[in-house]
């Protein structure tokens, strides 16, 4: 139950609960960058 609780908890965390993703002060982001990808998460038998 408590690993439950942890994922949960990181789950929250990782998906923007805090708000949108801000810009650090005085930097801009990179023009011409791209980042691409691929994410499985499962079982499999």
Not at 12 to 27: N, S
Request: hydrophobic letters at 45%.
């Amino acid at each position: 139950m408590r690993v439950l609780a942890f994922l949960g908890l990181v789950a929250l965390a990782a998906c923007g609960a805090d708000g949108e993703p801000e810009t650090p002060e005085g930097k801009t982001p990179a023009i011409g960058v791209s980042i691409t990808g691929k994410a499985e998460v499962g079982i499999r038998g």
